[in-house]
């Protein structure tokens, strides 16, 4: 369940695993670049702020939200990443353009996660409006960009746990 009216990124540092040795791929959409600019500056606060170095983040934008499972797939093949954060904003319009993105970008996403051995954190806003993106990349939610890192890491730790 969702909670409404609740800054769910703060985190506290104690909690988190160090990621001073962790590489990140951030994919990042140019659509509604507005928000997904926020997202990104969230993302990469948390990850500095736990120890991530600056060099170890490795950020590509694609066109739009639909791109990000490519971009994340290819910086899985192509760079070594412990995890790949994906970052876009789908706003909901009166066709079903906006359905058939979020689904495909859900999908691909979750097979990625399957498919491969590096974590793929799901960053999509998929809001009704604009101002309930803006409420969510920075706003009065907080910035789902810093959950995302915050995800990352954990899962980038829990991957480096059971590699065999």
Sequence with gaps: MATENKNLSNYDKNTIPNAKDFRFGIVVSEWNDKITEGLYS??????????????????????GSFELVYGA?????????????????????????????????TQGIKDLNVQTDVPVIFCLLTDNNEQQSIDRSGGKHGNKGIEAAIAAIKMADLRRQTAQ
């Design 42 to 63: 969230g993302a990469e606060a948390a990850l500095l702020d736990c120890g991530v170095l600056p060099e170890n983040i490795i950020r590509w934008n694609v066109p």
């Design 73 to 105: 797939q290819r910086m899985i093949v192509t760079q070594e990443v412990d995890c790949v954060i994906t970052i876009g904003c789908v706003i909901k319009g009166e066709t079903m353009h906006f359905e058939f993105v979020c689904e495909g970008v």
